[in-house]
C-alpha cells in the first residue's frame, strides 16, 4: 500500500515537471515573437502618428490653395506681405528682426 502512494506521488511529480518543463519551452520558444510584434506594434504607432501629421498638413495646404484660387482678399493679402505691394495712398513699412540690428551696416 505504502509503495502505491510513492509511486502515485511520484507520477504527480513527474506530470507536474513535464507541464512546467512545456510551459518553459512554449514560452522560450515564443519570446522572440512576442518581442519582435512589440517592435512592429511601436513601428506601427510611429508611423500611423506620421501619416496624421502629413494628413494635417494636406489639409493646410489644400485650404491654403483654395484659398488662393477662390479668395481674392487672400490674394492681396500675399501680395502685400510677400512683394511689399500697397494700395495708392498707403504706406508701406518693413519690420526688421533682431538679427538685422546686430548685422554691420552695409554701405
Do not use: C
Not at 519551452?25 to 510584434?37: G, H, Q, S
Not at 501629421?53 to 483654395?66: C, P, S, V
Not at 482678399?73 to 504706406?91: Q, V
Amino acid at each position: 500500500m505504502n509503495a502505491v502512494t510513492i509511486w502515485g506521488r511520484l507520477h504527480r511529480a513527474l506530470v507536474l515537471v513535464l507541464f512546467v518543463s512545456a510551459t518553459v519551452l512554449v514560452w522560450v520558444w515564443y519570446l522572440p515573437l512576442i518581442r519582435e510584434n512589440a517592435s512592429l506594434r511601436r513601428a506601427q504607432f510611429r508611423l500611423e502618428q506620421e501619416v496624421r501629421l502629413e494628413q494635417e498638413k494636406w489639409r493646410q495646404k489644400r485650404a491654403a490653395i483654395e484659398a488662393l484660387r477662390n479668395d481674392p482678399k487672400t490674394i492681396e493679402r500675399l501680395a502685400r506681405e510677400k512683394l511689399g505691394l500697397a494700395r495708392p495712398g498707403e504706406t508701406v513699412v518693413h519690420f526688421t528682426g533682431p538679427e538685422a540690428l546686430t548685422a554691420p551696416a552695409r554701405r
